[in-house]
């Protein structure tokens, strides 16, 4: 059974900081990992979609990384803004068009 | 495209209550996910529909819980007799699978209080 972690539960880091965030999955076997922002009370939205085949997707300040072998992945989020505060989620989908399997999320705050 | 579509966003209920909830997918999106979220926590998978096919349910949905997509177009979500550990909020995606962009699209959810 696939099992996501992510480290840590939550951050708090002051404006302008650059940032890791940590994923982890316990069966290589997926066919994409996409990362998640998802605001208090609010549905997903996705940030980045990584396939299987892909090492690393970026957009904006954000840049997302995937590596299959170890099980891990990494969303690194450059000069940090008060903005970005929000719960980021990381999710995997063993074959194209199946459930997502998430993590439980890390907690981010910006402080001005 | 007007999103995913989800009704009522909240829900305040007595314990043994029956609730439904609606979703309303992106048009033309032919699978659609529920999946229930408690705070804290990640979203966790209850199922998913191929057009009007049930294709897998997860077993955190227990026999209280019954799902339909009748026409392949919006879905319901039923639980029968809630009880105070349903209280989550249950979110609703869509996708076109198959098509260009093969993500989930999600909703903005349902939050479900039983008191």
């Known amino acids: 059974k696939q099992e996501v972690t992510q480290i840590p539960a939550a951050l708090s880091v002051p404006e302008g900081e650059n940032l890791v965030l940590n994923c982890s999955f316990t069966d290589s076997a997926i066919y994409n990992l996409q990362w998640f922002r998802q605001d208090p009370g609010k549905g997903l939205t996705s940030l980045l979609l990584?396939?299987?085949?892909?090492r690393e997707q970026t957009s904006g300040r954000l840049n997302a990384s995937l590596d299959k072998s170890s099980g891990r992945s990494t969303l690194y989020i450059a000069a940090s803004q008060p903005g970005d505060s929000a719960t980021y989620l990381c999710?995997?989908?063993?074959?194209?068009?199946?459930?997502?399997?998430f993590g439980e999320g890390t907690q981010l705050t910006v402080n001005p | 495209d007007t999103g995913v579509s989800q009704d009522p966003r909240h829900k305040i209920t007595k314990r043994g209550q029956n609730v439904t909830f609606r979703c309303d997918p992106i048009?033309?999106?032919?699978?659609l996910y529920w999946y229930r979220q408690t705070l804290g926590q990640g979203p966790e998978f209850l199922t998913y529909?191929?057009?009007?096919?049930?294709?897998?349910k997860s077993r955190l949905l227990s026999d209280r819980f019954s799902a339909e997509r009748p026409k392949g177009s919006f879905s319901t979500l039923e639980i029968q007799r809630t009880e105070q550990g349903d209280s989550a909020m249950y979110l609703c995606?869509?996708?076109?699978?198959?098509?260009?962009?093969?993500?989930?699209?999600f909703g903005a959810g349902t939050r479900l209080s039983v008191l």
């Open positions: 995606a869509s996708r076109l699978q198959g098509g260009p962009k093969n993500i989930q699209y």
């Open positions: 999710a995997v989908e063993e074959t194209s068009g199946s459930r997502l399997t």
């Open positions: 048009s033309e999106h032919n699978r």
């Open positions: 529909f191929q057009n009007e096919a049930q294709l897998e």
């Open positions: 990584i396939q299987s085949s892909q």
